[in-house]
């Protein structure tokens, strides 16, 4: 498990994170997509996984262009 959660943080560090991934660990991209840990993701910091940058704006539900914790898990986590 301590390898998968390695493994996926360099992929969303690298961009190559796939959707399904992030549905198992939503907080995990969550966490290494905020770069400048201050809770929420810019469209900025997205653009690290495509598939993030792509829903961007249909996930920034309150439109404030920023993706909180509640907005990402909503978007991106286990369905």
Do not use: C, H, R
């Amino acid at each position: 498990m301590k390898a998968f959660l390695v493994l996926s943080a360099a992929l969303v560090l690298t961009g190559a994170a796939l959707a399904p991934a992030m549905a198992q660990d939503a907080g995990l991209v969550f966490t290494a997509l905020d770069a400048n840990k201050d809770g929420k993701i810019s469209k900025a910091e997205a653009q690290k996984n495509p598939a993030v940058a792509q829903m961007f704006d249909q996930a920034d539900k309150n439109k404030d262009g920023f993706l909180s914790k509640e907005e990402f898990e909503a978007a991106f986590g286990k369905k």
